[in-house]
């Protein structure tokens, strides 16, 4: 089988230790901490107010503007408070509402199958994805009737399903790939309606096999959709260079996979999105990855947003060792934690809890010239350069001539540095800098 790639990237250890782990439901906690900011873009306006009365799915939060999304109560109960709580993005107090639950778990009224699903036009479709709140799962939270939605003069002609997962220890699009196929089959094909492309590709690494027999097997009824098996190397799926890799187009510097004619749906997004057409469901739960060495029940779990990370670590028989490092995500790209008293949200694709055996600390030494940083980056930059720009304050020269805002921050040329220099941090404080001066 031919497999695909793209130019640079690296191969950290992938500890893909739960990949044989199937999915489990969570049982629902007694109480549920639901951020209005979940997504990109402006969070959601409040719809409820302290002691109401909701029920699940019910959509308690209103996308505020088109870069928006609905945010939709996880289960039935009764609305405590709405207040400040913490966050695992923005890693300070947001206006978030609190649910207690009732136990009963009822659905809101508009739940159930709908007759005519297979048949949902365009129009339609995108406003049961907007309406049910889907954004991007695979960590970016981009809403995706947005990326649904392109202007007219943008045609997209290709869909791609990214099943990469290319991020170490993370298993649970995996799982899904492993365990729902058909499933996340259709989301692709409603995908493809939706945005009128004629080509859907289905893109998985080729460290799991399983998922790819299951998808193989699953596509004998869908001769619309194809697989493409892509070589295992870290950042495989980032956009830009899954796109390149399969298709062999370059989004232009600044630009978006629809400046290419190609759209990208991370495959738990696609089921997604196959739930809110087939059933009108809401987002308002989703699989995840508990593992690192300091997680005893390393496993795949299906939880309700909302749910406070101490609940699943508690609920799946606690820490081992001593925590050094909690990460909401995978250890290249997630974001580290302070405390696990912070929810799940729509974009946690994973929780790692990592002791002295995975974290090492080393003090940053000089830059030796060695250029590794520049064959390892996926983007063609000079990351050895962006930092020194960065850090003598040179950063219009950084943006226009070395491509600043182009690095995805995908870790690979801290990771490969021998003297141990934290690129990434210097280039988002770059970034940060540029966007406070604008
Ligand atoms: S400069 Fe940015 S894109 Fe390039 S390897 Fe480093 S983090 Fe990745
Ligand atoms: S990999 Fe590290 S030491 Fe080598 S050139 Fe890049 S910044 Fe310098």
Known sequence: MNKFTFRGGVHPPYNKITSNKKIEALPLPEVLYVPLSQHAGKPAKPLVKRGDVVKKGQKIGE??????????????????????????????????????????DTWFDGYGERKDWQERTREEIINDVKEAGIVGLGGAAFPSHVKLSPPPEKKIDTVIINGAECEPYLTADDRLMQERPEDMLWGARLIKRAVGAEKVYIAIEDNKPKAINSIQDALREFDDIELR????KYPEGAEKQLIKALTGREVPRGGLPMDVGCLVHNAGTSIAIYEAVRFGKPLIERVLTLSGSGAQ?????????????????????GTSGDIKKVIMGGPMMGISQYSLDVPVIKGTSGILLFTSKEVKFHEPYPCIRCSRCVSVCPMGLLPLILVDLVKYGRLEIAKEQYGLLDCIECGSCAYICPSHIPH????????SELRRKK
Do not use: C
Not at 63 to 86: L, W
């Open 424 to 431: 990434v941090q210097w280039i988002k404080y770059g970034k």
């Open 297 to 317: 029940g390393k496993g795949n779990y299906l939880v309700r947003i909302g749910t406070q990370f101490s609940y699943i670590v508690g609920k799946t028989g």
């Open 63 to 104: 996308a505020d503007g088109f870069i928006s999304a609905n945010i939709h109560a996880p289960t039935s109960g009764k609305v405590k408070s709405i207040m400040e709580h913490p966050h695992p993005v923005f890693l300070e107090n947001v206006p978030t509402v609190i649910i207690e639950a009732d136990g009963d």
């Open 229 to 232: 098996v892509v070589k295992t």
